[in-house]
């Protein structure tokens, strides 16, 4: 008996099955399977394939360079520097050209500053005295410009003055903007220089045109139609970033500078291009805000013949460029392709199984289709026993038939 079961366990491996199906026929339910096939499709084809081309392997570790150059000159004529002409060595900062570059366009100057004692500034909290006791000798000043020297500067006694201080005197000016001082900055230019590759695929490119025309670069001026004309209009980029240039000049503030690479490489390399879009970073909310804007200070120093050191300062506002870039670049793969086509085909299946559940659940028929979906199958001994029943049932009736036929007879 044993070697029997087991034969038959053996020859079962060779045996193939295969689904029985089941032909329902109710166009409600075939309706909604044919929709849901087709929306699965419709989102395989149309979003999966073409929009994000699923059909592809990606490489987004983008490597990129970015050289900067501004050209642009500005005269001013102001009581602390006199006639003066701007350079890009004056209004550059850092003048080497990176990602990140400031273009001064307003300034405080306080020339001739000397280390000696002098009045702290009344508007600072720290710096408020009414005896000499409230300005300890050698303690800086919070959120000062020195070191008190241990003297309260007030006209009398018991009145409010301010600390004397150990700094570079006189102290920074205090006073309200109204114009920018370097407005015409407006007019300047920026060359731009992006290179960028995708290691994946070993695939590099820049954004300046492939010329030999010594000229392009000096004549031509970016446009949105243009994609590989680096030079920009500084007063351009802000108005397309949202802004005004004479606005943002006044007080400073941060324009961000996108470029965006997006290569499809199973076509022609020329089709891939550089994208660039701009905004302003900086918290300009309003013009009250007290953070909005964007400058810092720096000082130009200097040794008389008495061997005296002094300096300029310099308040610097102006406008700084941050130059991001991102991207990514996609070629034909059969990897990527066979798991999104066997997504899209597990996608199916589990849209059958949905129209199964309404077929045999939700309509009002469903008892119906259940019976002929499915077939209950009983043991080999409750089998043999009802076919029996059956079979001796036939025979009883087939003898009842036969004594009917005699007696009619």
């Known amino acids: 008996m044993g070697q029997v079961a087991w034969k038959g366990l053996f020859m079962s491996l060779f045996d193939y099955k295969t689904e029985k199906y089941v032909i329902a026929k109710n166009k409600k339910v075939g309706i909604l399977f044919r929709v849901v096939q087709l929306s699965i499709l419709a989102y395989l084809v149309g979003w999966v394939f073409v929009t994000k081309k699923g059909y592809q392997d990606t490489d987004t570790s983008i490597q990129s360079s970015v050289i900067t150059k501004l050209k642009g000159v500005a005269f001013t004529n102001t009581t602390e520097l006199g006639p003066r002409l701007w350079d890009v060595v004056d209004y550059v900062i ?99 220089k992006n290179s960028i590759r995708f290691p994946k695929f070993n695939f590099s490119k820049t954004n300046v045109r492939d010329t030999k025309d010594g000229s392009f670069l000096k004549t031509c001026r970016h446009s949105k139609d243009d994609h590989y004309c680096p030079i920009f209009h500084l007063g351009k980029i802000v108005s397309w970033s949202g802004s005004d240039f004479q606005d943002i000049a006044l007080e400073g503030g941060v324009i961000g500078i996108q470029i965006e690479w997006d290569c499809n490489l199973d076509k022609d390399a020329s089709e891939c291009h550089p994208r660039y879009s701009f905004t302003r970073l900086d918290n300009k909310f309003s013009e009250k805000s007290v953070s909005s804007g964007y400058n810092f200070r720096y000082a130009k120093y200097y040794r008389d013949v008495n061997e005296t050191d002094y300096r300029t300062l310099i308040k610097a506002y102006g406008i700084r460029f941050d130059i991001m870039v991102n991207g990514k670049a996609g070629k034909f793969n059969i990897i990527p392709t066979i798991i999104n086509i066997g997504s899209g085909l597990a996608l199916m299946g589990a849209g ?57 007879a």
């Not at 990602?99 to 909290?125: D, M």
């Not at 003055?161 to 007019?187: H, Q, V, Y």
């Not at 209950?376 to 004594?403: T, W």
């Open 94 to 192: 850092p003048p080497q050209g990176e990602n990140i570059f400031f273009v001064v366009t307003n300034l405080i100057v306080t020339p001739n500053q000397r280390q000696g004692k002098c009045s702290e500034n009344a508007g600072i909290p720290d710096a408020i005295c009414t005896k000499d006791s409230d300005c300890p000798e050698g303690e800086p000043v919070i959120a000062g410009n020195g070191v008190k020297t241990g003297r309260c500067l007030n006209k009398e006694e018991n009145t409010t003055g301010t600390c004397e201080i150990f700094a570079w005197c006189p102290l920074e000016k205090k006073k309200k903007l109204r114009a920018p001082l370097l407005g015409k900055a407006e007019n300047f230019t920026v060359y731009i």
């Open 352 to 408: 059958a199984f949905f129209c199964d559940l309404v077929l045999l659940y939700v309509i009002k028929r469903s008892n119906f289709y259940r019976d002929k979906k499915f077939e209950e199958v009983k043991s080999v001994k409750k089998a043999l026993q009802i076919n029996g029943q059956k079979k001796s049932k036939s025979h009883d009736d087939i003898d009842q038939l036969r004594q009917l036929q005699s007696v009619e």
